[in-house]
């Protein structure tokens, strides 16, 4: 076991991830191929290192959790304004009155209660609080260390 800080932790986590993803495309490429051909890799030797490499990132993802509970609040507010801001970049704002493309008749008009303005807004805000949040737990992850076995 090793102690690194959290911010330590998080870049292994996405090496890791990163090595999965390999090994998952090593393997899908060269598990079946025509018959007689030679494989560049051994598909049972990268699903068993795909196995082991996904233990590694349990017990990653586990200590990271783990270290993160002071902070899991501002955590999960930082994604959720990500949700909404998503939303809120899709959300129809249509107003005033606009002629149909496929419509002969009249033109149509619209009224949006959430206007294009107060989306704008609404997104500046959300970006701000995600800005102080991801301070916070950026300073939080630096500070803070956790207990992995990277082997």
Known sequence: MKKITLAKALK??????????????????????????????????????????????????????????????????????????AFLKKLDTKAGKSAERYSREMPIEYDAAITGRMVLEEIAKLEAEIERNQEEIDAFNHATEVEVALD
Request: net charge positive; hydrophobic share 40%.
């Open 12 to 85: 292994e986590k996405n090496k890791l991830v990163k090595k999965i993803l390999g090994s998952q495309h090593l393997l899908n490429e060269t598990n079946s191929v025509i018959k007689g051909n030679n494989r560049d890799f051994q598909p049972a030797a990268l699903l068993n290192n795909l196995k082991s490499d996904t233990d590694k990132l349990v017990r990653l993802k586990s200590a990271i959790n783990k270290a993160n509970l002071p902070i899991n609040q501002l955590i999960i507010r930082t994604a959720e304004n990500k949700s909404i801001i």
